[in-house]
């Protein structure tokens, strides 16, 4: 029996993210989720009057899969799957799986070549700019660990998170959007960090349930020479089915001159995966107000009220700063009282302090606020 928080939840991602419209059709991805999710996302769409493609994959499978790949199989895989994606208006891609380290004996070659073939024919190049797209992680025990809760605690606050109030919050991110627009320098601070570059002339994006969820982040890009300086973030990674901790950063002229952190040999090993995976794609600020502590879980970590994430590798089209790369690595630095502090600044006015937004017009980004 469907759980009706699963099908609230399926309500947002096909009518509030992706807009299903008559005779749409729909890739729906599915990984290491329960068939309830799965059946809740295909009548959801029905609904909507598109056409549901539901794709189902075992975790444990898929992970000797991704160890044996050839460039043959993957390029024949990947030539089969574009040409089905770039016939899809919409994709829904929901992750789950007990364990979420399932991956991490897959050799980094292997995830290399997964990345510049497969991963850029389907994804980069067709799912990412032409489809309407949302990703999520789906409650599994496993996330219930991470984050020190009881599965079921877990799966409350899960629930809470990924179906609150998102038009509330894309109208609360106005405000900060239009000052990302107007912003040329931002400075970045904290314990371990004083980082500076420029965003001007590349537009802010708004992320308000449209392509993530949980969500609840504004992203841009930094001018792609322009970065110097060092930042220490203070929320794990899970990367590719491994932990990374305190990853510390060093930029001159937009490019990681040095990189440390506790696998500092593989974290230079991904760095090196081609030119663009040394300079960044992506600057965003966290406002999420239900997610307020790190989880190894990006999707999740990445929007923590308080925070902001930098990228090595590719950028978004929507916020192009001509970066390209087979990587695209969101690292997290917390700026509230109880990760450090820290400052934001645009064009010397300061923004947000301890994790807190100071000018009244950003007021409505604040926790309680969002919360309501």
């Not at 998102?166 to 931002?186: F, G, I, S, T």
Request: aromatic letters at 10%; glycine letters at 8%; a negative charge.
């Amino acid at each position: 029996m469907t759980d009706p928080r699963q099908a609230k939840l399926a309500d947002v991602l096909v009518n509030f993210s992706c807009k299903v419209r008559p005779g749409d059709r729909v890739w729906i991805d599915l990984r290491g989720v329960d068939s309830a999710m799965g059946e809740a996302l295909a009548q959801s769409v029905f609904e909507a009057g598109g056409l549901p493609n539901v794709k189902v994959i075992d975790n444990r499978i898929q992970r000797v899969l991704q160890r044996g790949y050839s460039e043959e199989q993957l390029l024949w895989l990947a030539r089969k799957d574009a040409e089905e994606m770039g016939q899809c208006q919409a994709y829904i891609g929901v992750r789950g799986g007990e364990n979420a380290f399932e991956f991490s004996d897959v050799p980094e070659e292997q995830n290399r070549l997964f990345n510049r073939t497969y991963g850029e024919m389907v994804h980069a190049r067709i799912r990412v700019p032409k489809t309407r797209w949302v990703v999520l992680r789906y409650p599994t025990a496993g996330m219930a660990q991470l984050a020190g809760m009881s599965t079921a605690a877990f799966e409350d606050y899960y629930f809470d998170v990924c179906t609150m109030d998102y038009a509330r919050m894309d109208r609360a991110m106005e405000p900060l959007a239009e000052r990302m627009r107007k912003a040329d320098r931002v400075r970045l601070t904290g314990q371990g960090t004083d980082l500076r570059f420029s965003i001007k002339g590349i537009p802010p994006v708004k992320c308000a349930g449209a392509l993530n969820i949980p969500d609840g982040e504004i992203f841009t890009a930094p001018v792609r020479d322009s970065v110097e300086g060092t930042v220490r973030f203070n929320a794990p990674s899970l990367y590719q089915g491994l932990t990374h901790e305190d990853v510390t950063l060093t930029f001159r002229k937009g490019k990681i001159v040095e990189a440390t952190g506790s696998r500092e040999a593989l974290l230079n090993q991904i760095l090196d995966s081609d030119e663009g995976a040394r300079y960044v794609g992506e600057f965003a600020i966290g406002v999420n107000p239900y997610i307020t502590a790190p989880m190894k879980d990006t999707l999740f970590d990445e929007k923590i009220a308080g925070s902001f994430h930098f990228t090595p590798g590719r950028c978004y089209e929507e916020a192009d700063n001509g970066n390209q790369s087979v990587i695209h690595w969101d690292l997290v630095k917390i700026q509230t009282p109880a990760y450090g502090g820290g400052d934001m600044y645009f064009d010397d006015e300061l923004i947000r302090r301890d994790g807190r937004f100071v000018p009244e017009d950003l007021q409505a980004l604040n926790p309680e606020a969002l919360k309501g």
